[in-house]
């Protein structure tokens, strides 16, 4: 049973049409290498650089490790947590633990103890597996760890049947950033994955002629659902890259021929400030993918113009199952907005009263449909308050235009409120982007005893190029309005990164409340 609507057109939500439907759509994803392995056996499906696996491998891999996992008491509902870099090995694991009916935690490899820990303390995980890089930080818990090297080289005697899932049934517990308090569980069931699935194939119209080029960390749902789950669902195949380098990385493309990567737009920013002689091959790639952050206008027409490659970008949150909107494959493309509404969920623009603002006026971004999580694992009221109404709640600032694409203001929480008024870091970083000189911007606000806050900013240039604080406040004031224009501007050789590559600002906030270092 395909998760897709054979006679769906492109763009279209697929809709169970009666509860048993639904339910073996729903089991899909645990099926999902065995009924590839018996329509294409040898057809390829994933690579890491070390190994290949055709459709039949890989599915032989899935079950004699969900033989494995089930050796060792794991079954419907447990929690595995998985700390394990990119790899063909995690991939196996994540679907062996979806057709045990059991739920996937990724951890992020690069934790500390206490974090790693937190993470399978909080998730409750039964089981932890782990490489021997990462051993040492998840040991002396209360759960038990397992070397992944030892997993699979058991022999289980006993295949299992992949159980007919229910969809509110939990598969994939992610752990937001934690870039301010605990990190929180956001718990997404079958049936968030299988509908996510439907509307990414659809709405990128990917088929089994697509090979992904995964780029982004596997403990992220974008590199999961976009990169692995989607291509896998529709028939195309993953190569999973190494740790990505920028001078490298146009040399894997012209080596592996995919058709599409996602990245964030730090990954593009690189690309795009390579020396003018890095000339690749990028025919294979029918478009690249953009999300985790607003991307430039103007930098996604350089990317673009240099390498000929459509961007199509995006936008979405992992209580949302990563997407929301994004710019369509065919039709009209609009840098400089996240794109529609994918078909199948509901985006509304709210004020403060949470009612709908009209187009063109700024509000909270809310969404509903059913990719939006169920909520936060043990934290009622922190989901009821962003569950509020039925709608997601995103905490990000947005309007829509006058053809109905979204274009994101800014973070709820960024925003600079300066004598009253308000200031979105993101209208200035644009401004700094207009630069020629400018490879990344980032605007924070700093306390200002007069006015309550002040906008600065830190900007890394791009290489070869030059330009001074002054030059570039000056270039604001020509494009910004006075109570907008940067009081300070900091040079700087890079920006503080998330864990999935985002600039960091809670980290600027605290650099300048700790320190007067910079130049103005």
């Known amino acids: 049973m395909s998760v897709l609507n054979g006679n769906a057109e492109p763009g279209a939500y697929y809709e169970p049409q009666c509860p048993e439907e639904e339910n073996q759509m729903v089991m899909h994803l645990a099926a999902l290498p065995d009924e590839r392995a018996t329509s294409d056996p040898g057809g390829p499906c994933l690579a890491d650089g070390r190994r290949e696996l055709d459709n039949a491998t890989f599915a032989a891999e899935v079950r004699r490790t969900s033989c494995a996992l089930g050796e060792m008491g794991i079954g419907r509902g447990d929690v595995v947590a998985v700390v394990l870099p990119n790899s063909v090995e995690l991939v196996t694991m994540m679907f062996a633990v979806w057709r045990l009916g059991a739920v996937l935690t990724p951890v992020n490899p690069a934790l500390t103890k206490p974090e790693a820990q937190y993470q399978v303390t909080d998730s409750d995980a ?27 080289r058991r022999d289980g005697a006993t295949d299992v049947t992949p159980p007919m899932t229910a969809p509110d049934e939990l598969a994939l517990m992610i ?11 956001v718990m997404l069931d079958h049936a968030n994955l299988v509908a996510t699935a439907a509307m990414i194939v659809n709405w990128f119209e990917m088929t089994a002629a697509d090979r992904c080029l995964l780029v982004l960390p596997l403990f992220h749902v974008n590199g999961i659902m976009v990169s692995v789950v989607s291509p896998l669902v529709a028939g195309g195949s993953t190569v999973i890259a190494p740790r990505f380098d920028p001078n490298t990385f146009w040399d894997l493309v012209e080596r592996v021929r995919p058709t599409f990567f996602s990245a964030v737009p730090t990954i593009y920013a690189m690309l795009t400030g390579l020396p003018a002689e890095v000339q690749p091959d990028t025919s294979s790639l029918r478009c690249v993918i953009c999300g985790a952050a607003p991307m430039p206008a103007a930098a996604i027409r350089d990317f673009e113009d240099r390498y000929g490659v459509r961007i199509l970008e995006g936008y979405g949150q992992s209580e949302g199952t990563v997407v929301t909107t994004a710019n369509p494959l065919s039709g009209v493309r609009k840098p400089g907005t996240v794109g529609l509404p994918l078909p199948g969920q509901e985006v509304r623009v709210v004020g403060d009263d949470d009612e709908p603002v009209p187009a063109g006026q700024v509000g909270e971004v809310t969404v509903r449909g059913p990719n939006v999580m169920r909520g936060y694992l043990g934290k009622p009221e922190e989901t009821a308050e962003t569950l509020r109404g039925g709608w997601l709640h995103t905490g990000d600032l947005g309007r829509f235009d006058e053809d109905g694409y979204l274009v994101l203001v800014d973070r709820l929480k960024d925003m600079i409120i300066r004598g009253g008024e308000n200031i979105y870091p993101k209208e200035i970083e644009d401004a700094l982007y207009a630069h020629p000189a400018v490879l990344e911007a980032a605007v924070v606000g700093r306390p200002d005893p007069l006015f309550g806050e002040e906008p600065v900013a830190f900007v890394v240039l791009r290489p070869g190029l030059a330009a001074e604080p002054d030059e570039l406040i000056d270039h604001c004031k020509h494009v910004l309005a006075k109570y907008k224009v940067p009081r300070a501007v900091f040079i700087e050789t890079n920006l503080p990164r998330t864990s999935i590559g985002k600039i960091a600002k809670p980290v600027l906030r605290e650099h300048l409340s700790s320190t007067a270092a910079g130049t103005t």
């Open 126 to 152: 039964r089981l932890v597996v782990a490489d021997d890089s990462s051993l040492s930080k998840v040991e002396g818990g209360v759960a038990h760890v397992c070397v992944v090297d030892e997993l699979l």
């Open 175 to 185: 752990y937001t950033g934690g870039t301010t308090g605990r990190p929180k569980g």
